[in-house]
């Protein structure tokens, strides 16, 4: 089962620490993305990334962090800047060019729970 | 700044009996629709998008620009349709799409 893989699949974290989410696809997609899905509010774009190298703020970009050194790999880094970081993250990629009406394929989600 | 709405947080039908899953969108350009859908323990994944005009599954969905709405149907309601319902909108600047606006969802349970 290639596609998109996600790891871990949950993630505890001491409130202060920082921690990355690893996000990997071998779909050869240019574009990828990271959402945040909490109860009840659906997901929400905290970065996306259109080629490598580059990567732009979603709508809830602060207290986050994210590099695309490689095609293939999108990490994210929930700081301790983040005031509410337990949630479900998910990332997602798609075709290349990321054109608009392209489908996103998505990862199987990281669960963070911040204690 | 756009927007998706889905006004039902819950919608629980018989099985047989029609669906159908509102959502309406807020966008000045023209809109690019997807509906999501995410089976219990299973990823997300595409159901449909407007532009293919297909039908999936049995579901079809109709951009209407008048009304601003993308509605979700299926004439005859399985159990196995029962899932998490995203409608999301594609987001644009520049020459490429930056990601989706989702809704928050609709869980549709379909009763036997």
Redesign the interface.
Known sequence: DGGITQSPKYLFRKEGQNVTLSCEQNLNHD?M?W?RQDP??????IY?S?IVNDF?K?DIAEGYSVSREKKESFPLTVTSAQKNPTAFY?CAS?AP????????F????TRLTVL | AQRVT?PE?LLSVFKGAPVELKCNYSYSGSP?LFWYVQYSRQ????LL?H?SRESIKGFTADLNKGETSFHLKKPFAQEEDSAMY?CAL???SGG??????????THLIIQP
């Open positions: 574009a993305y959402y009840g509010q659906g997901l929400r774009l996306y259109q732009q979603g998910l798609s060019g990321g054109g608009g009406g392209n489908e996103q998505f990862g199987p989600g | 889905q947080k690019e990823r997300l994944q595409l998008r532009i995203y594609a987001r644009y490429g799409a930056d990601g989706l606006t989702f809704g928050k969802g």
